[in-house]
């Protein structure tokens, strides 16, 4: 027999676009069209209702870019339209274009009662109407397509005050449509065999069988009578569609999904209205569709909802009582991992699961992460501690470099916590559970031949619209079809079920989930990342205190403050805007809301300190670091004062600053050209190099700007070797350099007794695409770099051996890393960002040096063209530091500077722990408002430890709990008596390695 195989295909292609697709419009009317712009931001319905709208033409242009215009659609259904095989229907064209829904122009549509009958999308445009006359309210907004085909330009559009004012959409139709079904349903068989055909060998008779079957429906349907010919076009599909799965066929189970992310290239309160969208298409779905399910993160999202959209969110709790509305996740956003504090990252669960407890009595039982850069180490323990048994992602397929070798797994934390792990193998969270999809899930599942089932989030994301009839219609016909993997609709539990039942001994990836892609994101936006770190330890500072005056009965514990305060902060910590990588609009937004944050804790702290303090008229010095500081204890306050700093002595030709405990010494350009030890005469400055060196480097990543830094960077660097001015003050040494358009002033200062180095630099940082790190070449023999994550470190290879070594050339530290030999190391602490990168090099005599390099700014131009431009302020120090001990000493003192207030004396800690490896990393009442303490521990360097913890006041009761705050028998092997302690007797705590242990106390 001849092959026609490809003149075949193309017929197909062609008949189903032109004659088919087409057809399924049988006929249409155009509707009546009237129109009100918003002046400025987004108003409720009954405000636009309730204003005059005048005639608007399809054809018309409407709207500025981020703005909003109702349109009211009336019109009478024709005499005769209707019946059994079409569906009346208002579709509408707001100017769409063909790039993905959630990314351009949306609407949403209201009953003129103010009910929500579903969203607008460019992929989901049709609304059912009738039987009576139509008459319709469309909420639609002009959201700009600022990524466009992403060639990382910069734009204005990511900021209303530049975005412009002309109209940017133009409305091409509104118009009553009979919508065949028939025709329909023949269009959605076409796309499922055509999709699944082309997947398939073409060697296998099942594919020449599906082309065979395809050619028949192109010669039985009347190109010119599709209509009526449509039914015998769908017959002569009918065997191929039957013919059910190969018993060894992939198993997809197919979650209904919206990724849509919290802000991005649109502000939140574009987000709220996105979920409003997104959600009311999926309970219209849930409608139509009785086996749909839809899972959706964020208690966040759910929150805006029930402020914002009450009636909707009533509609979505009904949902969720019937186990089709899904809460997933837990956490309060889908945040960042690799830089939210620990006690943050255990506050997503807090907040995010009290709500969903609160609001629908469900605890979701797995963490959902599709997209965030990189997973932290810590995550399996703080996830399994919130309660959770398994965790999704999908973002690793992102890899530039190394392939993970399982998609479902068991992934070991640090402390050596295990999750049930799953990377769905279709490589998407946005499915359109096309044949392509499906055979990719089918053909990259790594688990063949010992498990076969995976889960395939689908609907369209990012910036929403959530799943669509037509999936759906390809669901149904992939159930069990030849040649296709099986398709089930159904929850992520349901998924978890079976995969666990068939895989029940799956392999363990071991530590952190580096991504290998989006590095800059640990430095971009240096303002946000400083404010969240900055508001951590507010937050810190103002429920250590607030629960030490509450419980010694001197102040009311500000619950509702700190509530909203920690929302504040968990929100911006969603993984667009933590990282850096959202527009302009948003990057402002989080600023503003950080310096709310701000405004709203220092009084607290003040109040708080001042009621402790109590009267008279002495310096008391409050130290919230779990270390001692500033002559003050842990947790606790001392007289004043804090200690002076020394002054810099001359030593031509430079200056030394010398405390008896470290010496440094600068030469005439003020680079740090030695740092000695006292004790053991250590010098830390490699041989004949600088430490505290500035360093500017070409940044101009191939692609994704905010988002990436390319290795490439490191091949073009200018050193600041040079200084314009050194001047040596009674308490530091000042420096001031240049480069280009920008500004740098170093500070050096040196408080009597310590062994910290303290390295302000303030910059007015004027560069487009360039990098800014401060380096430490240091003069120790280090294999691997110890870095700071939630609740521990993690130890990373300073050299690259394996491509997994190479690949990992930028990585994110939290308050310190240490880099160490025996007995000898150093530290190098920060107080504003997250990126650092740790090579190894030669001396001259052979010995190898370590390079510590904090990245400190950089300056993208997408997709915020002025991203980190202006006056910057970060603080380092570096110190002697045998262990991680003392580095991690050094990175709480910097980032909880001591507070001076004026009072009678001092106050003892609250709490105090006797082993210096065990922190406190959180002191506050209770969540349930029972007036009960909580203190947050960790074992801090990784080893097993026992722990005395002592309360100033009686406890009647101490027990550990989980995150959550709840009794959590088996958590842990830590265990509490129940019984009374008097005020100080400790209380005996037994640690694993890097084990968090929530203690509850109840006062005596
Ligand atoms: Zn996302």
Known sequence: MHDTTPQIEMRVERFVRERIAPAVERRHVALDVTAWEVPDEPVPFAEAAAQSFTVFKPGTSWSRPWGTTWFRVTGEIPEGWGGPDVALEMVVDLGFSARQPGFQAEGLIYRPDGTIVKGLEPLNNAVPVGPGPVDLYIEAASNPDVGGHYFYLPTPLGDKATAGTEPIYTLRRVDLVERDLTVYGLLQDCRTLAGLMEELEASLPRRAEILRALERMCDVVDPDRVAETAAAGREALADVLASPAYSSAHQVIAVGHAHIDSAWLWPTRETIRKCARTFSNVLALMDEYPDFVFACSSAQQYAWMKEHYPALFERIRRR??????????????????????????????????????????????????????????????????????????????????????????????????????????????????????????????????????????????????????????????????????????????????????????????????????????????????????????????????????????????????????????????FHDILPGSSIAWVHQEAERNYAAVAAALEPLIDEAQRALAGPGSAPVVFNTAPVAAAGAPALGAAAGPVPARVA???????????????????????????????????????????????????????????????????????????????????????????????????????????????????????????????????????????????????????????????????????????????????????????????????????????????????????????????????????????????????????????????????????????????????????????????VRLYEARGGRTRARVEVSEPVERAWTTDLLERDAAGLADTVVQSSAWAAGEPIEIAFRPFEIVTLRLRRG
Not at 893 to 919: E, H, I, K, Q, W
Request: aromatic share 10%.
């Open 320 to 573: 969720v009582a019937e186990g089709r509305f899904v809460p997933v996740g837990g956490m309060w956003v889908e945040s960042d991992t690799n830089m939210p504090g620990g006690e943050a990252l255990a506050r997503q669960f807090v907040y995010g699961k009290g709500f969903f407890l609160r609001e629908f009595g469900f605890e979701p039982d797995e963490v959902w992460l599709p997209d965030s850069f990189g997973y932290t180490g810590a995550l399996p323990q703080i996830a399994r501690a919130a309660g959770a048994h398994a965790f999704l992602t999908q973002k690793i397929s992102w890899n530039e470099t190394n392939r993970m070798p399982h998609h479902t797994f068991w992934w070991e934390g640090i402390d050596g916590s295990r999750i049930f792990t799953h990377f769905p193998p279709a490589d998407t969270y946005n499915s359109d559970l096309s044949g392509a999809d499906l055979a990719r899930a089918q053909r990259q599942y790594a688990e063949k031949g010992v498990s076969n089932v995976s889960l395939t989030p689908f609907g369209f994301g990012d910036g929403g619209g959530g799943p669509t009839r037509e999936m759906m219609e390809a669901a149904a016909r992939t159930r069990s079809l030849e040649g296709s993997p099986r398709v089930e609709v159904g929850t992520p539990q349901r998924f978890f079920e079976l995969a666990r039942e068939t895989h029940p001994a799956p392999a363990t990836w071991s530590g952190e989930m580096y991504l290998e892609l989006h590095r800059g994101t640990y430095t971009s936006q240096a303002n946000t990342k400083q404010g969240n770190r900055r508001s951590e330890h507010l937050l810190r500072e103002a429920e250590l205190w607030s629960a030490t005056a509450a419980w010694r009965g001197l102040a009311d514990y500000p619950h509702e403050t700190l509530d909203d305060a920690w929302r504040t902060v968990l929100l911006q910590q």
């Open 648 to 934: 810099p002595v001359v030593a031509d030709p430079g200056w030394v600053l010398d405390n008896g405990v470290v010496r440094a010494v600068f030469d005439a350009t003020g680079l740090l050209v030695s740092f000695v030890e006292a004790s053991s005469g250590r010098e830390l400055v490699a041989a004949g190099e600088a430490a505290a060196l500035l360093q500017v480097f070409r940044d101009t990543p191939n692609q994704w700007d905010a988002w990436d830094i390319d290795a490439h960077y490191r091949h073009t660097v200018t050193e600041l070797r040079e200084a314009d001015a050194v001047e040596a003050t009674g308490e530091a040494l000042i420096v001031r350099r240049s480069f280009h358009r920008s500004t740098f002033t170093q500070t050096f200062r040196l408080a009597e007794s310590s062994p910290e180095l303290e390295i302000e630099t303030r910059t007015d940082w004027q560069e487009r695409e360039k990098m800014l790190k401060l380096a430490f070449p240091l003069a120790v023999h280090a294999d691997r770099a110890s870095s700071e994550v939630q609740f521990g470190h993690v130890q990373r290879p300073t050299h690259a051996n394996t491509s997994w070594d190479m690949a990992r050339f930028e990585t994110a530290a939290h308050r310190w890393v240490h880099v160490g030999e025996p007995g000898f190391g150093a530290a190098v602490a920060n107080d504003s960002t997250y990126g650092h990168d740790i090579t190894r090099r030669w001396a001259p005599d052979g010995s190898t040096v370590t390079l510590v390099r904090e990245s400190l700014l950089r300056a993208p131009r997408f997709p915020d063209p002025h991203a980190d431009q202006g006056e910057h302020v970060l603080r380092t120090a570096l110190r002697p530091a045998p262990t991680v001990l003392e580095a991690l000493d050094t990175g709480y003192r910097l980032n909880l500077p001591v507070r001076t207030v004026t009072g009678g004396g001092p106050v003892a800690p609250l709490v105090t722990v006797s082993s210096t490896a065990v922190v406190v990393e959180a002191v506050k009442l209770a969540e349930d408002r029972s007036g009960d303490l909580v």
